[in-house]
């Protein structure tokens, strides 16, 4: 059974800092680019980071670099995103994915496999 269990969400002040990860299980996620994505509420779903299988290339959105790293540890099949410098605009549900594309690729939508999502707050 495939899953993408993500975790790591919550409610932040702005300014502070949330690492997100994502535990792959039921498929070969070495072979995978995994990455996040989130959805606002009322706004459409975007891709913020992916990571590539092979060389380890990733992506970001433009909102988010400088912010945000992604990471991925094959051994534990897990794949993190350290966010920094939160804002309130940074506020949605983020979730997991992986597609057997390049990492530019996933983030545009070209995903065989979700996560559930977890919520990130950023209030004072």
């Known amino acids: 059974q495939v899953q993408l269990v993500e975790s790591g969400g919550g409610l932040v002040q702005p300014g502070g800092s949330l690492r997100l990860s994502c535990v792959a299980s039921?498929?070969?996620?070495?072979?995978?680019?995994i990455g996040w994505f989130r959805q606002a509420p009322g706004k459409e779903r975007e891709g913020v980071s992916c990571?590539?299988?092979?060389?380890?290339?990733?992506y970001y959105t433009d909102s988010v670099k400088g912010r945000f790293t992604i990471s991925r540890d094959n051994a534990k099949n897990t794949v993190y995103l350290q966010m920094n410098s939160l804002s309130p605009e940074d506020t949605a549900v983020y979730y997991c994915?992986?597609?057997?594309?390049?990492?530019?690729?996933?983030?545009?939508?070209?995903?065989?496999?979700w996560g559930q999502g977890t919520h990130v707050t950023v209030s004072s």
């Open positions: 039921g498929f070969t996620a070495d072979y995978y680019a």
């Open positions: 994915a992986a597609g057997y594309y390049r990492a530019y690729a996933v983030c545009r939508d070209m995903v065989d496999y």
């Open positions: 990571i590539s299988s092979d060389d380890g290339s990733t």
